[in-house]
């Protein structure tokens, strides 16, 4: 079943919290959302499951007053609410938040300017791991932020089997951090770079990106998630330190840019 792949930074920034906003404020967005990010599936569309994944998105916001809500949390609480109680789901949903586990928190925080952060470093990593594909996107104008931005906000649910997603929140949860997700982009690039490079424009390679997503095997996924888990980020002990000096300190994100 096709799900709703439009998930740009606006969206998101018009969804995500604030210190002065409370969980109800965010009912209205969670239900809107809730309808349309699994269309037609037969569990996840149903009242029963929709009721569950609200209440898990609704506690974690009354957790989390600072974040509360943003837009690409709901497929987070769905993926939980496949497998487990209302309770448990919503202490996961805190285990892959929370700055004491893997601090994904950190890219829906408002703002996103931390998301901008992690955008960067896969740019960066593309320039020295697929440097064919990075200048060719370069040529082309297709930012990471076109394509990636639904990936990681998603945990790549909105795009790929929920059986990859899933994988990618046991490896989170065995590194403590979040850096598996530009790893993942990293090795569905190096995977694909072929075909991307016979993309002549922007419109190709984001067409190609949304159409290849649904047609890779298990085995494939198998073999891009392992070379993912091994694959070394340049720049990745630095940039948590300057993410983890960011959150603790509150340095302007200014900086950053």
Same mark, same amino acid.
Not at 112 to 115: A, E, N, R, S
């Given at each position: 079943h096709e799900r709703d792949p439009e998930l740009n930074t606006r969206d998101v920034a018009s969804s995500s919290g604030g210190d002065s906003h409370h969980a109800d404020d965010f009912e209205a967005v969670i239900s809107n959302d809730l309808d349309r990010i699994f269309p037609g599936h037969d569990y996840l569309d149903s009242r029963a499951m929709k *009721?569950?994944?609200? @209440? +898990?998105?609704k506690a974690y916001a009354l957790h989390d007053s600072e974040v509360g809500y943003c837009?690409?949390? @709901?497929?987070? $609480? @769905?993926?939980? $609410? #496949?497998?487990l109680t209302e309770e448990e789901a919503v202490g996961l949903l805190v285990e892959l938040? *929370?700055?004491r586990g893997c601090n994904l928190r950190a890219i829906y925080q408002p703002g996103?300017? +931390? #998301?901008q952060e992690t955008l960067r470093q896969l740019e960066d990593n593309m320039a020295? +791991?697929?440097?064919?594909?990075?200048?060719?996107?370069?040529?082309?104008?297709v930012p990471a932020v076109l394509f990636a931005t639904s990936w990681f906000l998603t945990l790549y649910a909105a795009s790929f089997p929920l059986v990859m997603s899933c994988r990618i929140i046991d490896m989170m949860l065995g590194e403590g951090n979040y850096t598996i997700l530009v790893k993942v982009a990293l090795s569905l690039l190096h995977a694909c770079e072929n075909d991307l490079m016979q993309c002549s424009d922007a419109e190709q390679i984001i067409s190609y990106l949304k159409t290849k997503s649904f047609a890779w095997t298990s085995d494939q996924l198998r073999s891009i998630l392992s070379s993912a888990q091994l694959m070394h980020l340049e720049g990745e002990t630095l940039c948590r330190v300057r #993410?983890?000096?960011l959150e603790d300190d509150g340095i302007a994100l200014s900086i950053l840019v």
């Open positions: *009721d569950k994944i609200f @209440a +898990i998105l837009q690409g949390m @709901a497929y987070m $609480a @769905a993926l939980s $609410a #496949l497998y938040m *929370d700055r996103l300017g +931390i #998301l020295l +791991i697929v440097p064919r594909v990075y200048h060719h996107f370069q040529d082309c104008g #993410l983890t000096l």
